[in-house]
């Protein structure tokens, strides 16, 4: 009978400790908006893909730990904390984006997003998505 109890409580325990592990990780963040008065207005054109699954709770460049939900972004020299605003040139849909990672690492493209941030500009399945990106205030 005892076991059966064990059985029915784990799980149980097992999503509270999920939960709470999600919370505190999300609690660590450091790096808040900010953009560098200089760089407003600041554009570029290229590709943007996102993040693997695999990356989720990783540790960024920043010390945030990743997470698939939030609206983030990885660029190669801008600084961390940076508002980004990212429109698709297919679509004009935009989103706006803390920079808190160094990326990407493959030529030609300019911002890795996370996948949250990708669907809402545009469709998952194509991976890759040419894009205008945008310092704001």
């Known amino acids: ?72 972004g990885a660029h190669r020299t801008l600084p961390f904390g940076t508002k980004v605003r990212v429109t698709n040139v297919k679509n004009n849909q935009n989103v706006i984006v803390k920079i808190n990672d160094r990326g990407p690492f493959v030529n030609g493209r300019i911002i890795d997003l996370s996948r949250y941030a990708f669907s809402k500009i545009g469709d998952t399945d194509s991976g890759i998505i040419n894009v205008k990106i945008e310092v704001i205030n």
């Open 1 to 72: 009978m005892k076991t059966i109890v064990a059985f029915k409580v784990y799980p149980l325990l097992l999503v509270a400790l999920s939960i709470l592990s999600f919370i505190v990780f999300s609690g660590c963040s450091t790096v808040q908006y900010k953009s560098d008065p200089k760089l407003i207005g600041y554009t570029d054109h290229g590709k943007a893909s996102y993040y693997a699954m695999k990356f989720q709770f990783r540790k960024t460049s920043s010390g945030e730990y990743f997470n698939q939900l939030a609206l983030t």
